[in-house]
């Protein structure tokens, strides 16, 4: 069985030494995909993407082409094996095992061993942890001031759950949830590192608020980690 993945190295991640890391990519769909780091830096331009291969041409102060090489399809093989086990042990996210799983210098797979760890393993639903994963998915194709948008949201809800002294679940998330939650940010909430109390959001930033628990809910329940939520309790208030 051929398996999507592929070891590349882009120019556009050319770090500031000139190099640029050789990653296997790991394309689980058209939208879903992820990148193993092999271990391997070289420039880019000794990177033969036709061949998926280092070029022999690579100054040996980078390491010999032929080692390199040989490293590379060493991994290339154990993500493969990896991922195989995944399918066919019908693992519901096999994108997130092979990135848990994966370590460039793996030696003697095994997968019993292998089994026993994801027994083991279970979805933490801990709504911060969450959280904290979606913002960590989502660093390197965001700009800093929606990192810190994220981050917002994470603090509102950890200051909204100290009011109402009740731990916020994902079972939380329904219209009582969304009234009072809508409440609290408009009537409750306390602006920090202010010298003067100031409570209460603008109606713009609840919108925007509510607009991004939508989001990331909507990404949870895509990515099969929490169940099916009716976000159509969540009406976006009016930014206007």
Known sequence: MSLPIKPVCKRSNTRKD??????????????????LDSGIAIPPQYWNVKRSRINDTLPK?????????????KGLRTAQDILGYAIKKKIEDPLTFVKKKFKPDLENLDFDELAKENIKEKVNLDLYYQIDDYIESKRRRVSPKMVNIYRNLKDTLKEFEKLRKKPITFDSFDFNFYEDFVDYMTFDHVHRRRKKIIKGFKVSSIGKTIKQLRVFLRNRMRRKIIPIINLEDFKIVDEG
């Open 18 to 35: 000139g190099t640029s890391i050789v990653f296997f990519q790991y394309c689980y769909s058209q939208t879903k995909r992820t990148l």
């Open 61 to 73: 102060n980078y390491g010999s082409a032929e080692v390199l090489n040989e490293k590379l399809q």
